[in-house]
């Protein structure tokens, strides 16, 4: 079936940091989304991106919609250790509201 | 709390037994969703309502897993004769429409099968 590759797979960094992580698909997504997990928790929704090329910030947090509508990327800037989690990308698929996960980029970072 | 509610955040049970979970979503959501996630994955599409109807179920949905969503409100999952290979993290879902603006998450709940 569909599948969205993450990368990295993990990353530790040092507090103050930025952090860069991508989504890669094989089939064209007209939205992609990007959560955060916390151990034990559900995903939390951080950004919602629509259009190909489009850019958009939540705070520290920025993500972009790529042009072919295959990737998209997150970017979190000077991190700090609450940003510690699992951040997925997800694209919905069709109009059923259905989303197709990535499989997660575990984040740690270092005070 | 406006959050989605899942019941119960924790289930333990034998091999052979059935359980049954309970998500209460967003009130004014008319669509409610179903996925299970393994250690180390990302979440799993099982199941989606519209309302009372229930539109699609991943072929990930034995048929020993049944859902459903009386009266369009709070829905059920119910696993009969459970399976090591259950073990998961159920979470639910709900979202206004096709959830173009994005699916709100419970906390899920973990089943382990032992």
């Known amino acids: 079936g569909q599948q969205l590759n993450q990368s990295p797979q993990s990353m530790f960094i040092q507090e103050g940091e930025d952090v860069s992580m991508n989504c890669t698909s094989s089939?064209?997504?007209?939205?992609w989304l990007w959560y955060k997990q916390d151990p034990g928790e559900g995903p939390v929704l951080l950004i919602a991106?629509?259009?190909?090329?489009e850019l958009t910030s939540n705070g520290r947090l920025t993500a972009q919609f790529g042009i072919t509508r295959k990737d998209s990327f997150l970017n979190i800037s000077a991190s700090i250790p609450s940003d510690v989690g699992i951040y997925f990308c997800?694209?919905?698929?069709?109009?059923?509201?259905?989303?197709?996960f990535g499989q997660g980029t575990t984040l740690q970072v270092k005070p | 709390d406006t959050g989605v509610s899942q019941d119960p955040r924790h289930k333990i049970t034998k091999r052979g037994q059935n359980v049954t979970f309970r998500c209460d979503p967003i009130?004014?959501?008319?669509?409610l969703y179903w996925y299970r996630q393994t250690l180390g994955q990302g979440p799993e599409f099982l199941t989606y309502?519209?309302?009372?109807?229930?539109?699609?179920k991943s072929r990930l949905l034995s048929d020993r897993f049944s859902a459903e969503r009386p009266k369009g409100s709070f829905s059920t999952l119910e696993i009969q004769r459970t399976e090591q290979g259950d073990s998961a993290m159920y979470l639910c879902?709900?979202?206004?429409?096709?959830?173009?603006?994005?699916?709100?998450f419970g906390q899920g709940t973990r089943l382990t099968v032992v």
């Open positions: 879902a709900s979202s206004l429409g096709f959830g173009r603006t994005g699916a709100f």
């Open positions: 089939s064209i997504f007209n939205t």
């Open positions: 991106l629509y259009k190909a090329g």
């Open positions: 997800a694209g919905l698929s069709g109009n059923t509201g259905k989303l197709i």
């Open positions: 009130s004014e959501h008319n669509r």
């Open positions: 309502f519209q309302n009372e109807a229930q539109l699609e």
